[in-house]
């Protein structure tokens, strides 16, 4: 069975601190990666994707993707209150099940200012 | 523009009752799906439909209908259904099924079932 596993929580950081979140995958044939917070009683919202190795960074945001050991990983920095969510790392595999996300469990993420 | 809209926003039914789900994009995207989420659990897949034709499965018990009546529209039939299948039933589009296409979700359906 096709698993993605999170660092488990819950992450507690200070404002303006580092948050480092990780995620492994066990399908070698994953090709896509993504990263998507979810606040309580809300839909998932994109955070980042990465297809390739090495590291893709939007803002505050810094995804790594380490296709050798199987590794995602998602920094933020300067971390603010509203930051504070769930964060779910999601993988698609590119054999029969084109279009399947498959989910970690999360890693709830609080800031405290 | 990535909205993917989802109605109603709240649902309650009884186990006799039948209702309808409805999702709605306007992006062009020809792949929809749709999700179930139980609390403090991540997504789980139901369906997908790519170009208007079912796809995938996830082995969902048949009070659970999907219909995807046009390229902007998908729908979830509900009937007779149970308790546990209070959750959050979440829809998604993407460009189509390739893998490096994103999914990007609507506000979802909070579904009571008495």
């Known amino acids: 069975q096709k698993e993605v596993e999170q660092n488990s929580g819950p992450l507690s950081v200070p404002e303006g601190a580092i948050a480092s979140l990780n995620c492994t995958y066990s399908?070698?044939?994953?090709?896509?990666f993504f990263w998507y917070r979810q606040y309580s009683g809300k839909s998932p919202e994109l955070i980042m994707s990465i297809y390739s190795n090495g590291d893709k960074e939007d803002g505050r945001f810094t995804a790594q993707l380490n296709k050798a050991s199987q590794y995602v990983s998602l920094l933020i920095r300067d971390s603010q209150p509203s930051d504070s969510a769930t964060y779910l790392c999601a993988a698609i595999d590119g054999g029969t099940s084109y279009g399947k996300l498959t989910f970690g469990q999360g890693t709830i993420l609080t800031v405290h200012p | 523009d990535t909205e993917v809209t989802q109605t109603p926003k709240h649902l309650v039914m009884g186990m006799t009752n039948k209702k309808s789900l409805k999702c709605e994009q306007h992006m062009g995207h020809r792949a929809m799906y749709w999700y179930k989420q139980k609390a403090k659990k991540p997504p789980e897949l139901m369906f997908v439909?790519?170009?208007?034709?079912?796809?995938i499965n996830e082995s969902v018990p048949s009070r659970f209908s999907p219909e995807c009546p046009n390229s902007s529209l998908l729908n979830l039939h509900l009937h007779a259904l149970q308790p546990e299948d209070s959750a959050l039933y979440l829809c998604?589009?993407?460009?189509?099924?390739?893998?490096?296409?994103?999914?990007?979700f609507g506000a979802g359906t909070r579904l009571s079932v008495l």
């Open positions: 998604a589009s993407s460009q189509d099924r390739r893998a490096k296409n994103i999914q990007y």
């Open positions: 439909y790519s170009y208007e034709k079912l796809s």
């Open positions: 399908d070698r044939g994953s090709q896509s």
